[in-house]
């Protein structure tokens, strides 16, 4: 395996991370709502969270969670650059300097 691939397989697996947060959340919106939680008489309610913060969030982290396992947010495509037509790296990415240092490789 390339290190390119193990990167974007812990990437995917953050998204699932991500996605098991945001249904972590909805759900917890849920039992807020039907007052099915220790939610409703524990400090949270006290200080004044409502479910509405928790269905936004998990909604959002449901989204960024798919994006980020899916790969449309390009973590590995930030972390590893393509090649450019003359077969070199662009000289602002971290791969082309390891290869200016010797001792690197």
């Known amino acids: 395996m390339q290190p390119k691939d193990i990167f974007r397989i812990i990437v995917a697996s953050l998204g699932l ?7 972590h959340d909805l759900t917890t919106s849920v039992l807020y709502t ?7 008489s524990g400090p949270l309610s006290q200080q004044g969270v409502y479910p509405r913060f928790f269905a936004a969030r998990g909604a959002i982290e449901l989204v960024i969670g798919f994006l980020t396992t899916n790969g449309f947010i390009p973590f590995t495509s930030l972390a590893f650059p393509e090649n450019t037509d003359d077969g070199e790296v662009d000289a602002q990415s971290p791969a ?3 290869t200016e240092n010797p001792h690197l490789n």
């Open 34 to 40: 039907l007052n099915l939680d220790e939610f409703t």
């Open 96 to 98: 082309s300097r390891d």
């Open 17 to 23: 991370y991500i996605i098991y947060s945001g249904i």
